[in-house]
């Protein structure tokens, strides 16, 4: 491993258990709420990792 995926993991273990860039369900709840009734559709699935901010899904260019 490297140094970066370490110091995430090591992280991550004194944050019980998830990265520092992961959001709880909850988290992701009030930061919806906070938003315009009509951009929350893509705002949820781009916190989420499943859509870029205009709305477009996230594509994996992986086989």
Do not use: K, Y
């Not at 988290?27 to 477009?56: N, S, T, Y």
């Amino acid at each position: 491993m490297n140094d970066e995926s370490d110091a995430v993991e090591q992280t991550a273990t004194r944050s019980g258990g998830r990265a520092p860039d992961e959001l709880t369900e909850r988290e992701i709840q009030e930061l919806v709420a906070r938003c315009p009734e009509q951009q929350r559709w893509a705002f949820e699935g781009w916190l989420r990792g499943v859509r870029q901010l205009d709305g477009d899904p996230i594509v994996s260019l992986a086989p």
